[in-house]
């Protein structure tokens, strides 16, 4: 009975720090995504910045920011057709 005893407690031991061990890889991991995030932000908070500075800048500016508007619609459409096509 204190062997069988004993060799629960072995494995209870050895998957307590599996769990443990795999927590923290999953926290590292959870962290390098945090760091990421952040510098993601940091370039899209840039790219938000230049864009209403040029969309405030003139008339001339709003003409062009249209054009490519209208472009990456159509860019975006013309791909989910190509890519809607080659599912099938």
Sequence with gaps: MADNLVSKV??????????DRDAED???YLDSMDSDFTSVTGLLTGSVKRFS?????????????CG?????????FILSYLLSRART
């Design 10 to 19: 072995t494995r209870l031991k050895s998957l307590a720090l599996d769990i």
């Design 26 to 28: 999953q926290n590292r």
């Design 53 to 65: 500075m040029m969309a405030r800048s003139g008339r001339d500016n709003r003409k062009l920011l």
């Design 68 to 76: 490519m508007a209208v472009g990456l619609l159509v860019a975006f």
